[in-house]
């Protein structure tokens, strides 16, 4: 729910320079270039873990990223991010955090809270799955930033949204994942569609071999360039029974 892939924005920032910014720390670390409002010995955690995204990811999903530059801006305050962004990006000062597609680099824009590194592992995600592949639909999208942006050690066991799917296991909750795959925009994806997404990706990715063949056979479709069939049918084909089989891979 934080996410938005903002393609036009893309424009307005190479088309306003930037001015200069109070910046008070810039670093490179491999594909990422981050700057910070604050230095980055208060986030030291935050700057290890990036550094550690792109291989999980690339472990997880099997897949290769291939980021250009990662631009990662970090604010001090909610007030200065919305001071920066209303300037550039001004449909994305509503969000907690930004992920932003250029034609030169991605852009990643977060601000410090007991959230930012939740925020900024999520919004990284984004950036890097959009390198590893020509287009990621926007429930996958949503759904593998949710998986990645706890702390590896919480991603399997220990991610808020299992408890959530648990209770709603409970109150007779049944995956969707076709009602997932038809929307497009944004403003289309409510608050429990992203539990959705991270639950059926937590079978995908947890469930049964066949089920991660299937993401395999779907992601090699997506990369060949031709129209892929949706997750859900390379899932179906493999798996019967899906929505039971994600039930009780949950409960
Ligand atoms: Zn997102």
Redesign the pocket.
């Known amino acids: ?4 892939l903002l393609i036009i924005a893309a424009i307005f920032l190479t088309a306003i320079p930037l001015r200069a910014w109070g910046w008070v720390e810039e670093r490179q670390l491999g594909p990422y270039l981050i700057r910070a409002e604050f230095p980055l010995r208060d986030s030291q955690n935050l700057v290890d873990e990036l550094a550690d995204l792109q291989t999980d990811i690339e472990r997880q999903l099997k897949l290769k990223c291939e980021p250009a530059e990662i631009q990662i801006h970090l604010f001090r305050s909610r007030w200065s991010y919305t001071d920066y962004l209303s300037k550039r990006i001004p449909e994305g000062t509503k969000r907690q955090a930004l ?1 932003v597609q250029g034609t030169d680099a991605s852009r990643v824009y977060a601000y410090r809270h007991s959230g930012l590194e939740t925020d900024v592992r ?2 990284t995600t ?1 950036a890097l799955l959009h390198s590893a592949l020509p287009f990621v639909p926007l429930w996958l ?2 759904g593998l ?2 998986y990645f942006e706890v702390s590896p050690g919480m991603r399997e066991k220990h991610n808020p949204h299992r408890r959530e799917l648990q209770w709603a296991i409970r109150l007779g909750w049944r995956p969707a994942i076709e009602r997932l795959e038809a929307k497009h925009e944004l403003l289309e994806m409510e608050k429990n569609d992203y539990r959705d997404a991270w639950g059926v990706l937590h079978f995908v990715l947890h469930g049964p071999p066949a089920a991660r063949e299937a993401l395999a056979d779907y992601f090699a479709e997506v990369q060949s360039g031709k129209p892929p069939a949706p997750l859900s049918k390379h899932l179906r084909r493999k798996i019967p029974n899906l929505e039971q089989r994600i039930i009780e891979h949950l409960k």
Request: hydrophobic share 35%; no cysteine; net charge negative.
């Open positions: 729910m934080r996410h938005a992920f999520h919004e984004h999208d949503e930033a949710e």
